[in-house]
């Protein structure tokens, strides 16, 4: 379940944090489970995670200090060896969504997906 901003600026963001110099947003490691897996209770769709991060990000940016900058980053690979084949196209999808989004938003963004699966140790 998606837990609106709003509630989180209301009970948990300090009205001194209004004034932030980087904010980094590090969602869908955990959402990109196969959708018919055993995992398939936290699984979330492409669209839906694509929305989420955009929920997110619009209300940061009056957070944000005069050059305050936000940060997006990407859900890492999966290691294929510790976990079925399948699981790590389906990061790849939510990563290459993440760096769409940031690209349209004009965010930076950390691609730890292709930053780790550079790694042959990793694989």
């Not at 600026?9 to 055993?38: M, R």
């Not at 989004?101 to 004009?106: I, K």
């Amino acid at each position: 379940m998606f837990l609106p901003l709003r509630c989180v600026q209301k009970y948990a963001w300090p009205k001194s944090y209004n004034s932030a110099s980087f904010i980094t947003v590090f969602l869908g490691a955990n959402d990109a489970v196969l959708e018919h897996g055993p995992d398939k209770a936290q699984y979330v769709s492409l669209q839906e995670y694509r929305a989420n991060l955009q929920k997110i990000l619009q209300p940061l940016q009056p957070l944000l200090a005069p050059h305050g900058q936000v940060l997006l980053i990407t859900p890492p690979c999966i290691i294929n060896s510790m976990r079925h084949n399948d699981l790590s196209n389906a990061s790849a999808k939510y990563a290459k969504v993440c760096v769409d989004l940031a690209s349209a938003e004009n965010v930076p963004v950390l691609d730890l997906h292709t930053c780790f699966n550079a790694d042959e140790h990793v694989r």
